[in-house]
């Protein structure tokens, strides 16, 4: 029967080896279990019902990417995506509550839908230069390592809502007017003292050197297993809460799911530019790549119906979206760490289905677990998750300005700005300024794609009318 089914000799491959797979991007991907509720607890959300959504959304959406497309490739709330959720729904200091989030999240996942359907969301992603895409990848990574390090202790963020005095002076000799500004102070927190005094930076300091070396010497599931060290390391160190598994129970307190708890209506309230500002053009390029990337690597894109798979994964990507919303979790969509589980030989479907069931195995084992995890443990990972997502910096054309200033704009805006929309926005208006008067003066004529033209005049009207984050 699996054999029929997912076609497993015509694709060269097994039973086992398929399961293998499985595993491995099980393995390799279950962090986010982990991280997830850490991340976006900083809504208010509940650590255990955001746990609850993680483990059912990645299960359901990876089973229906197996068994409707027979692609290996998994799917979960994805890192990077998570964050900017946490960012915007912060309490306190977030632009909207997290019920409004998902609701955005939600009718994101419908634009997806409707993109994907018309192929305007192919069109969008060919329409974007590759190095604003790679550019786009390392601004989020390095975006990601400052939550990361924010998290850990060892480096505090300070936001002034107000200009003080020396912006106030510097405003009065340029001739303007004292303006209120947002600033944001960036404070390492590493001295002896400090780590002496401070357990929680001195366990992420710890955790940071295990992960690492986990990593340089390529242990599968590094990033996972190293959370686990840190935790038990944190046990003497009296950071990690023990005290917390007991009193939690295997299976997550049902009666405190975020299912169905998305505010659509105070989403739509924002404006419609609004949300597709903020989350469908944010996990547009991600997306595509992370599935191009994985589908090209397991030799699935020089079938003869590559391409009509693509687009039937494409659908389900986008269908996760606004599933993950329902459930109570972030956009949910494709893992670059499904290439390990293909570097295992998986072919088919039958892996995705494998990682699938083991995530919703993970739903009645793990919930004690991921109660205990401290920040600093979590911290650590997503340092390493943001030098792995820097390593698309090497394919940006910096030899060019015309690709490299959008695409230096477009890195340094999203950590220093503390925004991922800015970063995008300023790469593509700077690409289109810079394109052209480059085509007015120059032989070789750069493409600009008419729908980068489009992006353009959106954007600048998005800040005019709307103004920034």
């Not at 634009?111 to 069109?123: A, K």
């Not at 200009?163 to 340029?174: E, N, Q």
């Not at 060290?229 to 299976?251: D, E, K, R, S, Y």
């Amino acid at each position: 029967m699996l054999e029929r089914f997912f076609q497993l000799r015509a694709n060269r491959t097994s039973v086992r080896t398929e399961l293998i797979a499985g595993f491995t991007t099980y393995v390799t991907m279950a962090y986010i279990l982990f991280l997830n509720p850490a991340i976006l607890s900083a809504t208010g959300m509940d650590k255990n019902a955001v746990f609850f959504a993680t483990a059912v959304g990645a299960a359901l959406v990876t089973i229906a990417m197996g068994l409707l497309v027979n692609y290996p490739v998994a799917l979960a709330p994805g890192m990077g995506l998570n964050a900017y959720f946490a960012v915007v729904a912060a309490q306190h200091t977030g632009m909207m509550t997290w019920q409004v989030a998902l609701g955005a999240v939600f009718l994101s996942g419908i634009i997806f839908l409707i993109l994907t359907v018309t192929r305007v969301r192919q069109i969008l992603v060919e329409a974007v230069p590759d190095s604003l895409k790679h550019a786009i990848t390392v601004g989020i990574g390095l975006f990601i390592t400052i939550i990361g390090l924010k998290l850990s202790g060892l480096m505090s963020i300070q936001f002034v809502a107000n200009a003080g005095p020396s912006t106030a002076a510097i405003d009065k000799a340029v001739g303007g007017a004292p303006t209120p500004v947002t600033l944001q102070f960036f404070e390492w927190n590493i001295t002896l003292a400090n780590l002496v005094h401070d357990k929680s930076a001195l366990l992420a300091l710890i955790g940071l050197v295990l992960t690492a070396l986990l990593v340089v010497m390529r242990v599968q599931g590094a990033l996972l297993l190293g959370i686990l060290a840190t935790t038990l390391i944190g046990i003497p160190l009296g950071v990690t809460n023990t005290q917390a598994f007991f009193n939690t129970p295997f299976l997550p307190d049902f009666s405190k799911l975020h299912v169905g708890d998305l505010d659509i209506a105070g989403a739509l309230k924002m404006g419609l530019l609004e949300v597709i500002m903020v989350f469908t053009f944010v996990e547009l390029f991600d997306t595509f790549g992370t599935l191009v990337g994985t589908a090209d690597r397991a030799g699935l894109l020089q079938r003869p119906d590559g391409q009509k798979r693509l687009g039937r994964a494409m659908l389900v990507d986008a269908g996760g979206v606004s599933i993950g919303a329902l459930l109570g979790t972030s956009t949910i969509t494709a893992y670059i760490e499904s290439a390990s589980g293909i570097a295992a030989g998986g072919r088919t479907g039958l892996t995705a289905v494998t990682t699938g069931l083991l995530f919703l195995a993970s739903l009645f084992l793990l919930a004690p677990f991921v109660a205990i995890i401290p920040n600093a443990a979590t911290a650590c990972a997503l340092i390493i998750v943001g030098v792995l997502m820097m390593s698309a910096v090497k394919k940006i054309d910096f030899d060019r300005m015309v690709y490299a200033i959008p695409s230096f704009l477009t890195i340094v805006l999203m950590p220093f700005t503390y925004s991922i929309a800015n970063g995008i926005s300023a790469g593509i208006v700077f690409f289109v300024l810079l394109a052209a008067a480059h085509n007015r003066v120059s032989k070789e004529k750069v493409r600009i794609h008419w729908m980068m033209w489009i992006l353009a005049v959106l954007i600048l009207a998005r800040y005019v009318f709307l103004g920034s984050e």
